[in-house]
T-cell receptor, first 111, second 111 residues
Framework: DSGVTQTPKHLITATGQRVTLRCSPRSGDLSVYWYQQSLDQGLQFLIQ???????AKGNILERFSAQQFPDLHSELNLSSLELGDSALYFC??????????FGSGTRLTVV | DAKTTQPNSMESNEEEPVHLPCNHSTISGTDYIHWYRQLPSQGPEYVIH???SNVNNRMASLAIAEDRKSSTLILHRATLRDAAVYYC????????????FGKGTLLTVNP
């Protein structure tokens, strides 16, 4: 158990739908990163939050959004889903500078 | 982000040492060299990191070239559980401390 909790583990939904992925970071870690892993693109950085504020953006589509709440848990919202959004989505927890712990991921399948 | 170059795949026999190379000729003075690995069906996990000096931990050793343009991850006695994709990543302040993954090296360990 890495200490990073991601729910749900698996999600199957239809095109055009909206889903929310949830992440609880390790206790005491202020920073949360979201990554997408697909077969053709590998691991892609999406977005980072630090203590509730957006810190950096990567290859995140406009249809995707995220936020980090006062209790430091984070949610990644994916809307108007397309088949190509099917992937593993990882949450990464970090105390701030170094030391990154990945969650076990949410496998999203869009049908 | 500074790039790293790794072989696509390597093979080893169980209980033999494995040397996984990484080239990073454009590394800057403040970039740390990180290694992560991803076992099948799991999220990436931290292996080791270093700046200039060689580093050892319970999982592996990291040998860094004097000019820092290359590094080698050393697994002293490979086990079947070490079969994974190994990622060499440069991280520094300019990257906002996010991990930028390449394709990594797929390590196969033969019994």
């Amino acid at each position: 158990d890495s200490g990073v909790t991601q729910t749900p583990k698996h999600l199957i939904t239809a095109t055009g739908q909206r889903v929310t992925l949830r992440c609880s970071p390790r206790s005491g870690d202020l920073s949360v990163y979201w990554y997408q892993q697909s077969l053709d693109q590998g691991l892609q950085f999406l977005i980072q939050y630090y203590n509730g504020e957006e810190r950096a953006k990567g290859n995140i589509l406009e249809r995707f959004s995220a936020q980090q709440f006062p209790d430091l848990h984070s949610e990644l919202n994916l809307s108007s889903l397309e088949l190509g959004d099917s992937a593993l989505y990882f949450c990464v927890s970090s105390p701030g500078v170094r030391g990154y712990t990945f969650g076990s991921g949410t496998r999203l399948t869009v049908v | 982000d500074a790039k790293t170059t790794q072989p696509n795949s390597m093979e080893s026999n169980e209980e033999e040492p494995v040397h996984l190379p990484c080239n990073h000729s454009t590394i800057s003075g403040t970039d740390y060299i990180h290694w992560y690995r991803q076992l099948p069906s799991q999220g990436p996990e931290y292996v080791i990191h270093g700046l200039t000096s060689n580093v050892n931990n319970r999982m592996a050793s990291l040998a860094i070239a004097e000019d820092r343009k290359s590094s080698t991850l050393i697994l002293h006695r490979a086990t079947l559980r070490d079969a994974a994709v190994y990622y060499c990543i440069l991280m520094g302040g300019g990257s906002n401390y996010k991990l930028t993954f390449g394709k990594g090296t797929l390590l196969t360990v033969n019994p």
